[in-house]
């Protein structure tokens, strides 16, 4: 096993940016297929890996999907205030990403496709232009959704 390496060594983008006035949106960009699923299978970027590293709870991340075609990762995440208001510090959101810069990722044991220091997580992989909700389901667009809310309609 080698040294590990930063995700912003391996990705091309790191970004997160305002989704609406209520959510903030991250995007993982690699610049080939090996880059991407070397962190996909390294099991780094997860809605708990996530969740842990901003220390919020699971709750606030509305979306995760890892996007093949694109060589992409991509999670949004509920803000606590609505962009603009009062005591909102980053009202564009896209100073939400430095926290992802220095995310080590470890190799992979090539044949068990787990990472070397850790274990295989239950979170959702998304393959293709198709996704699915961690109940199973997709919505009308394909996007992924997290589990839904008390009272959430689809």
Not at 19 to 39: C, H, M, N, Q
Not at 62 to 89: H, L, V
Request: glycine content about 8%; some cysteine.
């Amino acid at each position: 096993m080698s040294d590990a390496r930063r995700l912003s060594q391996l990705a091309k983008t790191i970004r997160s940016k305002n989704a609406g006035v209520d959510k903030i949106t991250f995007d993982v960009i690699f610049p080939d297929r090996a880059s991407y699923e070397l962190v996909r299978h390294s099991r780094v970027l997860t809605r708990d890996s996530i969740a842990a590293l901003y220390g919020i709870p699971l709750e606030r991340i509305s979306e995760f999907a890892e996007f093949a075609p694109a060589n992409a990762i991509k999670f949004t995440i509920y803000r606590t205030t609505p962009s603009g208001s009062p005591g909102d510090s980053d009202v564009f959101g896209c100073q939400q990403y430095a926290p992802l810069l220095d995310v080590e990722v470890h190799d992979i044991d090539e044949d068990s496709r787990v990472p070397s220091w850790g274990s295989r997580s239950a979170d959702v992989t998304l393959t293709g232009a198709g996704s699915a909700r961690e109940d199973g389901a997709a919505d009308r667009r394909g996007a992924v959704r997290g589990p839904r809310r008390e009272g959430e309609a689809d």
